[in-house]
C-alpha cells in the first residue's frame, strides 16, 4: 500500500500559477503510477495528469494540456503538478492518486489509492 499527503494548494489569481506536490509513502512508491485527479462542485472527478513509473510516459487532459506539467521523484517520493496560466475553471479540489495500473490515463474509478485532497481557487 501507499499513503499519499497532497500540499500547495491555495487561492491564486487568474493568469497565475501554483505548484501542488505530493509525498508518497511505502517502499514499493516507485512502481506506481501517480495521477493528479480534480473535482470541482457539481463535476464528476476527471483525470488532470498522469506519470508512469520511469517518468516516461505522461498524460494530460485537454483542458490543462500546455499549461500543467506532473513530475516525479522516486529517490525523494513525491510527485508535483507545476500549474501554469491558471483560469478561474482550474477552481476545484486537487488529488494526489496512485495504481499499480500501467495505464496514465485511467479514470479515477479504477485509480486504488488517493490522498486526501488540496483546494485550489482561482479568483477572476
Known amino acids: 500500500q501507499v499513503q499519499l499527503v497532497e500540499s500547495g494548494g491555495g487561492l491564486v489569481q487568474a493568469g497565475g500559477s501554483l505548484r501542488l506536490s505530493c509525498a508518497a509513502s511505502?517502499?514499493?512508491?516507485?512502481?506506481?503510477?501517480m495521477y493528479w485527479f480534480r473535482q470541482a462542485p457539481g463535476k464528476e472527478r476527471e483525470n488532470v495528469a498522469g506519470?508512469?513509473?520511469?517518468?516516461?510516459?505522461?498524460y494530460y487532459g485537454d483542458s490543462v494540456r500546455g499549461r500543467f506539467t506532473i513530475s516525479r521523484d522516486n529517490a525523494k517520493n513525491t510527485i508535483d503538478l507545476q500549474m501554469n496560466s491558471l483560469t478561474p475553471e482550474d477552481t476545484a479540489v486537487y488529488y494526489c492518486?496512485?495504481?499499480?495500473?500501467?495505464?496514465?490515463?485511467?479514470?479515477?474509478?479504477?485509480?486504488?489509492?488517493w490522498g486526501q485532497g488540496t483546494q485550489v481557487t482561482v479568483s477572476s
Open positions: 492518486a496512485a495504481d499499480t495500473s500501467r495505464d496514465v490515463s485511467r479514470p479515477w474509478r479504477s485509480v486504488s489509492y
Open positions: 511505502g517502499r514499493t512508491f516507485p512502481w506506481y503510477t
Open positions: 506519470i508512469s513509473w520511469s517518468g516516461s510516459s505522461t
